[in-house]
């Protein structure tokens, strides 16, 4: 029972993590009024590059910093478009989206020629004594990654709403007009949030393709960037609020993934809904209200 | 939205302006002795490491003996009469059509090309200018349950499925019968994951099934296959590969692989069609274990050792498969 | 006279400019794309221009493509237009199809022109209250549709799954695969240009264009939306029911979607396999913003996406280029299009100028 329950933990971080640290990418951006829904494609993008970077260097860790800095790249796509040329953010993350599946596919194939091959993915570390602890121990098995995005809540947490560059975000997002009057930058906010959060979406995908597994497989983020989406509204934008809303969502799938095992009667079509009705009963739940931002999704046209 | 539609009129325009003058080039050099044309069609990408990449394969090897090929991925049923229109119209003289969920779609349409021999593999039907080939997904469950049960020290294995379709519940058959013919008390656990990319979802459920006591697990879920293998070698826990190349990543877990390797079905109906024997073909031929379809790899040493006694009981058991003697009960 | 032709020349070319620069500059980085990957680019086009616009049979396809994008595409528009995000008509397009094909097979005694209007028929209601859900959870609980529709989708996705390896699985069929039975004859969109495949689905796409346009512009409660979508303030100021126009609207958005199900199981595909329909949703969202959530735009753009993606399957077959780099094309045409600024030469020439005043 309690190696059950301490799995099922296990599993529920696990899958909690790469939406975790997508959604705290878009705390940022969708506060300065952002909807990307390109982030799929930026998570796709980031699984292939630390994949191919953990392949060619031998080691994991660059393999995400390839991840992070080669998807903050990319998303300089979105954020020209978005940004500079006015475009609308919804048509260029569904581009982004195609593109991201196009070149990943493409350069699957260049780079691993077809085969599978091992990469040295990212290892668990054992943190001492709190390892031992009964049932929540395996929260202190897990990987690097892991920690660090649960410690990062807390950091953007305090950024956004104690310090001046989240305040400026917040206002960014609010009324781009009078933010502009009063001398901060849309533009550059725009642009430094959408890099952020390309960078923390390239880690969140290297994370599913070194961390959930340690390959990677074509259209393997099957929809998390959407979650992710989902996680930042759920959590009414904030940091906290982000963290709850991955975990609800990752108590589904591992809820899922057992209940599958039990061979319970029930077809796994129905099964397979479960993450997405809870995540659906959730947002019902929630009283107050979530609101984005005024600006969201609004270009910003200076005069 | 006027600029959209002129771009259409551009693009039309050079269509027909620049591409009109390309078919005349064809003409030239009838006198040589043609190259046969073969042209495949395939559900997947060619890099699943499963179906679709034994697939190509198989292309491959038809390349080799002097066939000029082509193919297409990822085609959806809906655009399947397309696909098999402009093959079938630019004079492709032998179509593979790789699954059969195109079956239905393309009874319908290969009557318009009597000239053109088409293949189904694992379709149904085998008349006039159709043949179906079948590949026996039960023959490789059955090896992989006969694997997992000579192996297993809890009696308890796995099955990994994707999706409730022919193939994997041919399979499902194959397995559950298969490890029942070794240890006729063996609990068998199966399930699908629903998603033949899903890694995650198809590690995470093997996972799962993993600590409620399976010690002997096996895949058949294309892509997702190697979330299994990978499930096998984080709890240490072991697997019976669906395929060759899924050791790498898990080289302590996985024993051995019972290969379906569906390139032989497709160089098999090539020479067929070379020696003429499709025509007038009404049989469907099902290749398996007996035909050196599905075999086992060698045994992967880094997945410790297996007894010789293991290794015997698994051997009679192929042998009693491939000669006839058992057959897997659909 | 001759000024007046050469007048029309003039804005013809200038109103052809920036879509014949920004596809030819997406045609351009995807030829330089396919070069380093060793295919031939000019192989490469030639299929996907003879593809989709070469003959008539050609023509027929990428019309029949654009059908159902054009119909997720109005889905998409109509909502947003009410200031509702649909990303929702995945799930609507097979809540569509799912009641589509039970009224296509199980009943059997119509004649063909009124199954087929009943099948559309109860395929846009079935679209439509399946889109009315997630209006309805905003009103209720304040439920972001930014989420819900997304969750509607898997769930009308896996549903959908399940009936056709249970509920309404054909089991007369030889191949055992999880699908429903086969469209009744009598349900299935006739073929309307010998020689090509295409559909009367493409009336069906017509008439719900125009009913887009005529319910958003020429009906009272087209004006609220409309309002609504541009400040819901100031709707709610002018005593507009923001919540039975925002439940109305995602009930059009939904049927529309339905629609676009329907057409392409009745024209097209003739039952429902796994997922069958996957992708036109999320089509249809580009289409409507390349097209501006406009009639006329989402028309245009859904046969430019039609013609992309019925050429590119000729594209592979033609030139060995992977499925996949088409998609890079696809993106890449969507980003000019739209960030077509990035070719104003007069622009370009004030800063340039600028640049050397300084």
Same mark, same amino acid.
Request: net charge neutral; aromatic share 10%; glycine share 10%.
């Given at each position: 029972?309690?190696?059950?329950?301490?799995?099922?933990?296990?599993?529920?971080?696990?899958?909690?993590t790469?939406?975790l640290?997508?959604?705290?990418?878009l705390?940022f951006?969708?506060?300065?009024?952002?909807?990307?829904?390109g982030?799929?494609?930026?998570?796709l993008?980031?699984?292939?590059?630390g +994949?191919?970077?953990?392949y060619?260097?031998?080691s994991?860790?660059f %393999?995400a910093l390839?991840?992070i800095?080669?998807?903050m790249? #990319?998303?300089?796509i #979105?954020?020209y478009?978005?940004?500079?040329?006015?475009?609308?953010?919804?048509?260029?993350?569904?581009?982004?989206?195609?593109?991201?599946s196009?070149?990943?596919i493409?350069l699957?194939?260049?780079v691993?020629?077809g085969?599978v091959?091992?990469i040295?993915?990212?290892e668990?570390?054992?943190?001492?004594?709190?390892?031992?602890?009964p049932i929540?121990?395996?929260?202190?098995?897990?990987s690097?990654? +892991?920690?660090?995005a #649960?410690?990062?809540?807390?950091?953007?947490?305090?950024v956004?709403?104690?310090?001046?560059?989240?305040?400026?975000?917040l206002a960014?997002?609010e009324?781009?007009?009078?933010?502009?009057?009063?001398?901060i930058s849309?533009?550059?906010?725009?642009w430094?949030?959408?890099?952020?959060?390309?960078?923390l979406? %390239?880690?969140?995908g290297a994370?599913?393709?070194?961390g959930q597994?340690?390959?990677?497989?074509?259209?393997?983020?099957?929809?998390?960037?959407?979650?992710?989406?989902?996680?930042?509204?759920?959590? %009414?934008?904030?940091?906290?609020?982000?963290?709850?809303?991955?975990?609800?969502?990752?108590v589904?799938?591992?809820?899922?993934f057992?209940?599958?095992?039990?061979?319970?009667?029930?077809?796994y079509?129905?099964?397979?809904?479960?993450?997405y009705?809870?995540?659906?009963?959730?947002? +019902?739940?929630?009283?107050?209200?979530?609101?984005?931002?005024?600006?969201s999704?609004?270009p910003?046209?200076?005069? | 939205?006027?600029?959209?539609?002129?771009?259409?009129l551009?693009?039309?325009?050079?269509?027909?302006?620049?591409?009109?003058g390309g078919?005349s080039?064809? @003409?030239?050099g009838?006198?040589?002795?043609?190259?046969v044309?073969?042209?495949c069609i395939? @559900?997947?990408?060619?890099?699943?490491?499963?179906?679709?990449?034994?697939?190509?394969?198989?292309?491959?090897?038809?390349?080799?003996?002097?066939a000029?090929?082509?193919?297409?991925e990822?085609?959806?049923?809906?655009s399947?009469?397309?696909s098999?229109n402009?093959?079938?119209?630019?004079?492709y003289?032998?179509?593979?059509?790789?699954?059969n969920?195109?079956?239905e779609?393309?009874l319908?349409?290969?009557?318009?090309?009597?000239?053109?021999q088409?293949?189904?593999?694992?379709?149904?039907?085998s008349k006039?200018?159709v043949?179906?080939?079948?590949?026996?997904?039960?023959?490789?469950?059955?090896?992989?349950g006969v694997v997992?049960?000579?192996?297993?020290?809890t009696?308890?294995?796995g099955?990994?499925?994707?999706?409730?379709?022919?193939p994997?519940?041919?399979g499902r058959?194959?397995?559950?019968?298969?490890?029942?013919?070794?240890?006729p008390d063996?609990e068998v656990n199966?399930?699908?994951?629903?998603?033949?990319?899903?890694v995650a979802?198809?590690?995470e459920?093997?996972?799962?099934?993993?600590?409620g006591?399976?010690?002997?697990i096996?895949?058949?879920?294309?892509?997702?296959?190697?979330g299994?293998?990978?499930?096998?070698?984080d709890?240490?826990a072991?697997?019976?590969?669906s395929?060759?190349?899924?050791n790498?990543?898990?080289?302590?877990?996985?024993?051995v692989?019972?290969i379906?390797?569906t390139?032989?079905?497709?160089?098999?109906?090539?020479?067929d069609?070379?020696?003429?024997?499709l025509?007038?073909?009404?049989?469907?031929q099902?290749?398996?274990?007996?035909?050196?379809v599905?075999?086992?790899?060698?045994?992967?040493?880094?997945?410790?050792?297996?007894?010789?006694?293991?290794?015997?009981?698994?051997?009679?058991?192929?042998?009693?498969?491939?000669?006839?003697e058992?057959?897997?009960?659909? | 006279?001759?000024?007046?032709?050469a007048?029309?020349?003039?804005?013809?070319?200038? !109103?052809?400019?920036?879509?014949?620069?920004?596809?030819?500059?997406?045609f351009v980085i995807?030829?330089?794309i396919?070069?380093?990957?060793?295919?031939?680019p000019?192989?490469?086009?030639?299929?996907?221009?003879?593809?989709s616009l070469?003959?008539?049979?050609?023509?027929?396809?990428?019309?029949?493509?654009? /059908?159902?994008i054009?119909?997720t595409?109005?889905?998409? !528009?109509?909502?947003?237009?009410c200031? /509702?995000i649909?990303?929702?008509?995945?799930?609507q397009?097979y809540a569509?199809?799912?009641?589509?094909v039970?009224?296509g097979?199980?009943i059997?005694?119509?004649?063909a022109p009124?199954?087929?209007?009943l099948?559309?028929?109860v395929?846009f209601?079935?679209g439509?209250?399946?889109?009315?859900?997630p209006?309805?959870?905003?009103?209720?609980?304040?439920?972001?549709?930014?989420?819900?529709?997304?969750m509607f989708?898997?769930?009308?996705?896996?549903?959908v799954?399940?009936?056709?390896?249970?509920p309404?699985?054909?089991?007369?069929s030889t191949?055992?695969?999880?699908?429903s039975?086969?469209m009744?004859v009598?349900?299935r969109?006739?073929?309307?240009?010998?020689?090509?495949?295409?559909?009367?689905?493409?009336?069906?796409a017509?008439?719900?264009?125009?009913?887009?346009?005529f319910?958003?512009?020429?009906?009272?409660?087209?004006?609220e939306?409309?309002?609504i979508?541009?400040?819901q303030? !100031?709707?709610e100021?002018?005593?507009?029911?923001?919540?039975k126009?925002?439940?109305?609207?995602m009930?059009?958005?939904?049927?529309f979607?339905?629609?676009?199900?329907a057409?392409?199981?009745m024209? /097209?595909q003739?039952?429902?396999?796994?997922?069958?329909?996957?992708?036109?949703?999320?089509?249809?969202?580009?289409?409507a913003?390349?097209?501006?959530?406009?009639?006329?735009?989402?028309?245009?753009?859904?046969?430019l996406?039609g013609?992309?993606s019925?050429?590119?399957?000729?594209?592979?077959?033609?030139?060995?280029?992977?499925?996949?780099?088409?998609?890079?094309?696809?993106?890449l045409?969507?980003?000019f299009?739209?960030?077509k600024?990035?070719?104003d030469?007069r622009?370009?020439?004030?800063?340039?100028?600028?640049? !050397? /005043?300084?």
């Amino acid at each position: 029972m309690i190696e059950t329950l301490s799995s099922f933990l296990s599993s529920t971080v696990r899958m909690a993590t790469p939406l975790l640290i997508a959604g705290l990418g878009l705390v940022f951006s969708a506060n300065a009024g952002i909807v990307n829904i390109g982030i799929e494609g930026f998570m796709l993008f980031g699984a292939l590059m630390g +994949c191919a970077g953990s392949y060619w260097t031998g080691s994991a860790l660059f %393999g995400a910093l390839i991840a992070i800095l080669s998807t903050m790249l #990319f998303s300089a796509i #979105f954020a020209y478009f978005t940004i500079n040329q006015y475009a609308d953010q919804t048509v260029v993350g569904a581009a982004i989206n195609i593109l991201a599946s196009g070149i990943t596919i493409t350069l699957n194939r260049l780079v691993f020629e077809g085969k599978v091959p091992a990469i040295s993915g990212f290892e668990s570390l054992h943190i001492p004594f709190l390892e031992k602890l009964p049932i929540i121990g395996i929260l202190f098995q897990q990987s690097l990654v +892991c920690y660090l995005a #649960f410690v990062l809540v807390p950091v953007v947490a305090y950024v956004m709403r104690k310090t001046h560059l989240g305040l400026q975000v917040l206002a960014v997002g609010e009324n781009p007009r009078a933010s502009d009057t009063v001398g901060i930058s849309v533009k550059w906010t725009r642009w430094w949030t959408i890099l952020l959060s390309g960078a923390l979406s %390239g880690l969140a995908g290297a994370f599913m393709s070194m961390g959930q597994v340690r390959f990677f497989s074509e259209g393997m983020i099957s929809g998390k960037g959407y979650m992710a989406l989902a996680v930042i509204v759920l959590g %009414g934008y904030t940091a906290f609020g982000v963290l709850w809303a991955s975990l609800i969502f990752g108590v589904g799938m591992a809820l899922q993934f057992r209940l599958q095992v039990l061979n319970t009667g029930i077809p796994y079509q129905i099964l397979t809904m479960l993450p997405y009705v809870i995540t659906l009963v959730a947002v +019902c739940g929630v009283n107050s209200k979530t609101r984005g931002p005024a600006s969201s999704g609004e270009p910003y046209i200076k005069e | 939205m006027k600029k959209i539609i002129l771009a259409l009129l551009v693009m039309s325009m050079t269509a027909s302006m620049v591409f009109a003058g390309g078919s005349s080039e064809k @003409s030239s050099g009838a006198t040589e002795a043609k190259p046969v044309r073969v042209a495949c069609i395939l @559900s997947g990408p060619i890099s699943d490491m499963s179906w679709n990449y034994t697939a190509h394969q198989g292309m491959l090897k038809i390349e080799a003996m002097g066939a000029e090929i082509a193919y297409q991925e990822n085609v959806e049923n809906s655009s399947l009469p397309d696909s098999i229109n402009t093959y079938a119209s630019d004079g492709y003289d032998l179509i593979f059509l790789s699954t059969n969920s195109y079956e239905e779609a393309a009874l319908e349409i290969v009557k318009d090309y009597p000239d053109t021999q088409f293949v189904i593999i694992n379709g149904q039907t085998s008349k006039d200018n159709v043949t179906s080939y079948g590949v026996a997904d039960e023959d490789q469950g059955f090896m992989q349950g006969v694997v997992s049960a000579a192996l297993t020290k809890t009696g308890k294995v796995g099955f990994v499925g994707a999706m409730e379709i022919t193939p994997i519940l041919n399979g499902r058959t194959g397995f559950i019968q298969g490890a029942k013919y070794i240890k006729p008390d063996v609990e068998v656990n199966a399930v699908m994951t629903g998603s033949f990319t899903d890694v995650a979802a198809a590690k995470e459920t093997s996972v799962a099934m993993i600590q409620g006591g399976v010690d002997y697990i096996a895949p058949m879920c294309d892509n997702a296959a190697l979330g299994v293998v990978e499930a096998a070698e984080d709890t240490g826990a072991h697997a019976v590969a669906s395929g060759e190349g899924q050791n790498t990543i898990a080289p302590n877990a996985v024993v051995v692989a019972v290969i379906k390797d569906t390139s032989i079905v497709y160089l098999q109906a090539y020479k067929d069609y070379l020696a003429g024997k499709l025509v007038g073909n009404t049989s469907i031929q099902k290749l398996g274990v007996a035909e050196g379809v599905v075999y086992l790899s060698d045994w992967y040493k880094e997945a410790g050792a297996i007894s010789d006694e293991a290794k015997a009981t698994i051997e009679n058991a192929y042998k009693a498969l491939s000669s006839g003697e058992v057959k897997v009960q659909l | 006279m001759e000024d007046n032709k050469a007048g029309k020349v003039r804005s013809f070319l200038i !109103a052809a400019y920036y879509p014949i620069v920004s596809i030819l500059a997406s045609f351009v980085i995807a030829g330089i794309i396919m070069q380093v990957l060793g295919f031939s680019p000019y192989e490469a086009f030639k299929g996907l221009i003879s593809g989709s616009l070469g003959n008539k049979r050609a023509w027929g396809e990428t019309l029949n493509k654009a /059908v159902p994008i054009a119909l997720t595409g109005l889905s998409y !528009a109509i909502a947003k237009r009410c200031g /509702v995000i649909n990303l929702g008509a995945e799930g609507q397009v097979y809540a569509g199809a799912l009641c589509a094909v039970l009224v296509g097979t199980e009943i059997d005694f119509l004649p063909a022109p009124l199954h087929i209007l009943l099948t559309l028929i109860v395929a846009f209601i079935g679209g439509a209250l399946y889109g009315a859900i997630p209006a309805i959870l905003k009103n209720r609980f304040g439920a972001s549709e930014l989420i819900t529709t997304i969750m509607f989708n898997y769930i009308a996705l896996y549903f959908v799954h399940f009936m056709i390896a249970g509920p309404i699985k054909d089991y007369s069929s030889t191949s055992n695969f999880a699908q429903s039975k086969a469209m009744l004859v009598t349900a299935r969109l006739p073929r309307i240009l010998p020689g090509t495949r295409l559909h009367a689905g493409l009336f069906v796409a017509v008439a719900a264009l125009l009913f887009f346009q005529f319910i958003l512009f020429h009906t009272t409660r087209g004006y609220e939306m409309r309002v609504i979508g541009l400040n819901q303030n !100031a709707g709610e100021y002018a005593g507009i029911n923001v919540h039975k126009n925002r439940i109305l609207s995602m009930f059009i958005a939904g049927g529309f979607a339905g629609l676009g199900g329907a057409c392409e199981l009745m024209g /097209v595909q003739l039952r429902i396999m796994e997922n069958a329909f996957n992708g036109l949703g999320f089509d249809g969202i580009a289409v409507a913003l390349l097209g501006g959530n406009t009639t006329g735009g989402i028309a245009a753009s859904s046969i430019l996406f039609g013609a992309l993606s019925s050429g590119a399957n000729k594209m592979q077959m033609k030139s060995g280029v992977p499925t996949a780099t088409v998609y890079i094309l696809q993106g890449l045409v969507i980003l000019f299009v739209i960030g077509k600024r990035l070719f104003d030469i007069r622009r370009m020439k004030r800063t340039a100028m600028g640049g !050397a /005043v300084k």
